[in-house]
């Protein structure tokens, strides 16, 4: 079987091409409006639809989705400059999927060694026994990590 272009293929079949069209529409969209958009909110917003002359986005969480809300009015200026047949925009929520894994670890810190002799003399002052008990454990901890050497 002859190699053909993914482009020739969708072209020959008419559900495919409409599929084609729609989503070089879609793209020619996210083009123009991100030309408007702030760049710190391009890679959290997405166009998700163009239907009876609204343009819906996509926001990678609420507070991309309130500001895109905010500039609105803005947006839709620049847009209808070159896409005229937009009438209005509407935000929608949707959390991307490099989100919704797990949280990063946070990276431990290690404390100097004043930081730990000021800790040590924290420890030595305090009446609090439980709290005490756990800034000496704190203190016992990060002075076994500096004799060890770093991570």
Not at 5 to 32: D, F, W
Not at 78 to 84: A, C, D, G, Q, S
Request: glycine fraction near 4%.
């Amino acid at each position: 079987m002859p190699a053909r272009k993914i482009g020739n293929l969708l072209a020959q079949s008419g559900q495919l091409r409409a599929l084609s069209r729609q989503a070089q529409r879609l793209a020619e969209l996210q083009q123009v409006l991100f030309e408007a958009v702030p760049p710190l909110l391009t890679s959290a917003t997405r166009v998700k639809n163009y239907r009876a002359g609204t343009l819906f986005l996509l926001a990678d969480n609420a507070a991309v989705a309130a500001k895109l809300r905010q500039l609105a009015p803005r947006l839709l200026v620049h847009v209808r400059k070159r896409e005229t047949q937009v009438t209005g925009i509407q935000v929608e929520v949707q959390v991307a999927a490099h989100q919704t894994g797990l949280p990063k670890r946070s990276r431990k810190r290690e404390l100097n060694v004043a930081a730990i002799d000021d800790f040590q003399a924290l420890a030595d002052v305090l009446h609090d026994a439980p709290l005490k008990r756990a800034v000496t454990r704190l203190v016992q901890r990060r002075k076994g990590k500096r004799d060890i050497g770093p991570d």
